[in-house]
């Protein structure tokens, strides 16, 4: 008697599991493939962000969904729910056994993946970064969002402008030892001595991409220059945290800010008139740029070599420079007027 | 355990023993093992009919690639789960033995060199959680959250936020490469050869049985002559040691070594020894079924990549598994025990 109650409850549970995958696989397998693209090219183009429900990437995916639509190819979105190093090789997999036209991912490590994307290049794959590179020699192109050059000058620019051409300035920055900051710096040093003789550049302060630390040394800078008239923050950190301190201080307005930062952080801030300005790129149109590059791979208009060039639909004409790089243009500025239009 | 007492016709049995009053076949065809090995056949057959890509025989070199850490870890995993412990720093000593790799063969090392150094901490590492667990008298839950974070730490002052890349390649073809002529990565010749040596030390001999009698009651153990605390300083140790692999494979699989390696890799590690059947509360699981439940997450999480699931999707799915396997085995249990109930009064 026993036994066999046993057995049958055994029997009902193995049936419970086995149904249950039976179902979960069942529906995966019925919203899988929609086959190819339209024309005899593969258009099928898969966004990898480095994560996702990662806002940036929402945006910069939903670019390049635009672009796809715009050339009728399939888009899809795939990735990890972690940036993990080596989260995104499965993926990578994934896609070349998939066989898609081309893959346009934002690394989460120059190295790991290299192996599984040189498996889907040799499988026909196109592979684009965009965000953030992989070595240069495992990808076809990286679209590159800003360079050093491009973020110092609009920084400078910004600044200048706001505060009339003379004055005090000073800058709130990162880590004291961070690299891309410290090659801004010294680019908008330059920049102010050849181009700005009025503007004098008194003191660098850091805060450490700390909110707090950041907050304080802003108040510290605002207490030792009674004469400073702009502050430039060239991380979204620490624009975010001058930006809180002075909107509720007597400066508000008096002393202009401005820097690298994302709209979400500074909606309020742009809002209430504490800052004017500020720069960083369009995700959107990195996203819309990487989508048309992976399609002019296909195409085969393009192999990635320096001084190819292809076009990529609103956004106009695109060259290839060194390294199999492509460069968005210049940073954006983001202001009252357009903040509205960006949700990252 | 029912049929266990009325068949031996003795009164004051209460121990869970398994049920031997069936015959072996059917012992074998219902055990909750065998469960899990039909349902990976049934992902198995259902990817193979129904998700386009999933037939490929290189489905089958992804997944053994992806899932070698978990499967070689769980083996170790298995046995101190089986003794009632857990060791949740094993993925810390995979990050811990990638950075000592890294920051060696960037020394100038050679990698083989670098690879026994990194060996010898992940069993020195163990070796410090075994003997905070057994001399010590810690709970192994606390030491190795504890070490896990100790561990990740030492990985990631090593590196700090550096990658160190470019291996050579005859050692990183050896985990990113097949067995000529199969679509079997290499590295299922050192998963095989563990796990037969794992199962014989766990199923064939009074190691392993001192391994079981440890989980179902620790004082029955002792008074029967089982070296409680030797065995789990060795099984430990072990976890240790084969986290330290593990993190040399991962190594060099993703030609990249980082203190953040291989982060939150002891939950799919758990995930998959309970999955195939091991008790939490010790005593009970089997080796195959380990092995075919970290499987059957790997097999699911591939087939619905293909299928273009998401992600939290697919966690979802692994997680409702793991609940569902856990209800069912919990439900059972009590559904005997009150049986058992009733048949001694």
Known sequence: MLPTSTRSLRIAGVAVLASAALLLTGCAASTGDSGSGDGSKNYQITFLPKNLGNAYFDTSDAGGEKAIKEFKGTYA??????????????????????????????????????????????????????????????????????????IAKVQVDLITKEIGDSGEIAVLSAAANATNQNAWIDLMKKDLEANHPNVKLVDVVYGDDDDQTSFDKTAGLLQSHPNLKGIVSPTTVGIAAAARYLSTSSFKGQVKLTGLGTPNQMREYVTDGTVEEFALWNPGDLGYLAAYAAKALIDGDITGKEGDSFKAGDLGEYKVGKDGTVLLGDPFVFNKDNIGDFKF | MSTTASAAGSTGETRAYRDYGRPLWRRVLLSREAAVIALLILVWIVGYTQVPHFAAPITLTFLLQDMAPVLLIALPMTLIIITGEIDLSVASVMGLSSALIGILTQQGWAFGAAFLVALIVGLVAGLVNGVLVTVVGLPSLAVTIGTLALYRGIAQGLLGSKAITDFPSEWTSLATGNIPGTPLPIVTVLIVVLALVFGLLLHFTPFGRGVYAIGLSADAAAFSGVRITRTKIILFALAGLVSAVAGAYYTLRFGSARGDNATGLELSVVAAVLLGGVSIFGGRGALPGVLAGALLIGAIASALRLAGITSDVINVVTGVLLVLSVVIAGLLGKLRFRRLRIVKS
């Open chain 1, 77 to 150: 979105e795939v990735g990890p729910a972690k940036a993990s190093p080596d989260a995104q090789v499965s993926y990578i997999n994934t896609l070349t056994q998939k066989q898609v036209g081309a893959i346009v991912m934002s690394a989460n490590d120059q190295k790991a993946p290299c192996d599984a994307i040189k498996q889907a290049r040799d499988a026909g794959v196109k592979v684009v970064t965009f965000d953030s590179d992989t070595s240069a020699d495992c990808r076809d192109l990286f679209i590159n969002q800003a360079t050093a050059e491009g």
